[in-house]
């Protein structure tokens, strides 16, 4: 487990440090790891916590979209999580396709295309107003990819601003 945590710390750091290089957004570095484990966001609408890593184990709750969790372990396409840092926070396990363990995350400073695919040239699929922040999903070059509500955009680094 402390292999998967390290892993994504280390990727986390690359891609902050990369996307240092460019004017016109802030990047936030992962956050790392605190005292009870890394910290994930949740990129679908609804995200179902189960008491066992299982999609027939009992529904404990839900989590939305943007909302932070703390993933204390990993199993077999599952992460153990807690929703909160208190004694007595909810616990269970959500699936990891739909969570980012301890992204980076864009901050805009004005208004900032995203597209639907790595080109200047497709089609808009948002316009960011300043301040808005984003996790990003991965450091392609002169490229982001950032979550959008469940779905993904393109940033491309020279024109964001």
Same mark, same amino acid.
């Given at each position: ?24 957004? *802030? &990047? ?29 184990? $009992? ?5 939305? !979209? ?8 990993? $199993?077999?396409?599952?992460? #153990? ?12 396990? %959500?699936?990891?396709? !739909?969570?980012? %363990? *301890?992204?980076? #995350? !864009? ?7 995203? !597209? ?12 960011? *107003? $300043?301040?808005?922040?984003?996790? &990003? ?11 959008? #509500? =469940?779905?993904? =955009?393109?940033?491309? $680094?020279?024109?964001?601003?």
């Amino acid at each position: 487990m402390k292999k998967f945590f390290s892993l994504m710390i280390l990727t986390a750091l690359i891609l902050a440090l990369g996307s240092l290089a460019f004017a016109g957004a *802030d &990047i936030l570095p992962p956050r790392g790891e605190g005292q009870i484990g890394l910290s994930a966001e949740v990129l679908c609408e609804k995200l179902t916590l189960r008491e066992e890593p299982s999609t027939s184990s $009992k529904i404990v709750g839900t989590v939305e !979209y943007g909302h932070i969790i703390i993933v204390t372990d990993e $199993k077999d396409g599952w992460a #153990r999580c807690v929703l909160g840092d208190a004694e007595d926070s909810p616990w269970g396990w %959500v699936n990891a396709d !739909y969570i980012i %363990v *301890d992204p980076a #995350r !864009y901050v805009t400073d004005g208004k900032t295309p995203v !597209y639907a695919w790595n080109d200047t040239k497709a089609p808009k699929v948002a316009l960011l *107003d $300043k301040g808005e922040t984003l996790p &990003i999903l991965k450091d392609d070059g002169e490229w982001l990819v950032v979550s959008l #509500r =469940g779905a993904s =955009g393109w940033i491309h $680094k020279t024109s964001a601003n």
